[in-house]
T-cell receptor, first 113, second 112 residues
Framework: KAGVTQTPRYLIKTRGQQVTLSCSPISGHRSVSWYQQTPGQGLQFLFEYFSETQRNKGNFPGRFSGRQFSNSRSEMNVSTLELGDSALYLC????????????FGPGTRLTVL | KNEVEQSPQNLTAQEGEFITINCSYSVGISALHWLQQHPGGGIVSLFMLSSGKKKHGRLIATINIQEKHSSLHITASHPRDSAVYICAALSYSGGGADGLTFGKGTHLIIQP
């Protein structure tokens, strides 16, 4: 069974630009969660999607958004990039919710210049 | 808002030693995850606990709901256990699940 895939793996953007990251969950998994990891703040929860609906959102500004498609694939978008958005963005899939075992993707390393 | 604290932040031990990593949280939770992250970023889920104890190979995880505390133990530690270990708690509020709150991680180095 294929694992969670994320594209792209690396991305360099400049301040003010926007970016879209993609996550394909394990087949059969309907919940996708997104996380941001930085050296200073560690891992932080961004949002969780289930059956194309955002079920929960972390404490991030509205510049961070996401969506989930009918095949459970998910995208997250960050608009008006700031230097502080440089981070490793991880997605994780699970069968139904975060109380189930989470399977993490390799992450997308975003650098904002 | 849930606060998750891990200790120690850094731990260096000799091969074969028994390792304990602790995790405390501030509010009631429905589940607690232990994760392992190797250099390069890949994260692997080790355990998901809601009560009691789980064992997988040389790894043991326990949780005490009343004391809001969980521990991860590694028996007969090996250099390949060197990684960052992260606990993450799932709590619920009136609006539903709050999403996972993560500890800062424990950097473990096992020397041969």
């Amino acid at each position: 069974k294929a694992g969670v895939t994320q594209t792209p793996r690396y991305l360099i953007k400049t301040r003010g630009q926007q970016v879209t990251l993609s996550c394909s969950p394990i087949s059969g998994h309907r919940s996708v969660s997104w996380y941001q990891q930085t050296p200073g703040q560690g891992l932080q929860f961004l949002f969780e999607y289930f059956s194309e609906t955002q079920r929960n959102k972390g404490n991030f500004p509205g510049r961070f958004s996401g969506r989930q498609f009918s095949n459970s694939r998910s995208e997250m978008n960050v608009s008006t990039l700031e230097l502080g958005d440089s981070a490793l963005y991880l997605c994780a899939s699970s069968l139904t919710n975060s109380a189930n075992e989470q399977f993490f993707g390799p992450g997308t390393r975003l650098t904002v210049l | 808002k849930n606060e998750v604290e891990q200790s120690p932040q850094n731990l260096t031990a000799q091969e074969g030693e028994f390792i304990t990593i602790n995790c405390s949280y501030s509010v009631g939770i429905s589940a607690l995850h232990w994760l392992q992250q190797h250099p390069g970023g890949g994260i692997v889920s080790l355990f998901m606990l809601s009560s009691g104890k789980k064992k997988h190979g040389r790894l043991i995880a326990t949780i005490n709901i009343q004391e809001k505390h969980s521990s991860l133990h590694i028996t007969a530690s090996h250099p390949r256990d060197s990684a960052v270990y992260i606990c993450a708690a799932l709590s619920y509020s009136g609006g539903g699940a709050d999403g996972l709150t993560f500890g800062k991680g424990t950097h473990l180095i096992i020397q041969p």
